[in-house]
């Protein structure tokens, strides 16, 4: 018997952007990202990754750095 692989699903950056919006609008935005870093698929050890990139700040400096980021064009809105 073969293992099902996984299907990978991409969403449109747009649909993505108003998901999370929504998202925080529902959660708040400690809650919306708790939700999405459950729920999110990838590879290897997440908690170990975001708590090597975020330590020592709080949820919101996360987020401050993140707004910064894409002011400078660093990532896309």
Known sequence: ???????????PPDLRQRAWKALVKALGLVDATRFVMAVESGEGDSVEKYAKLWEGMTLEEVHHEILKAKA????SP
Not at 2 to 8: E, G, K, L, M, Q
Not at 72 to 75: A, D, P, S, T, V
């Open 1 to 11: 018997m073969s293992t099902p692989t996984p299907r990978v699903f991409t969403l």
């Open 72 to 75: 400078r064009g660093e990532i």
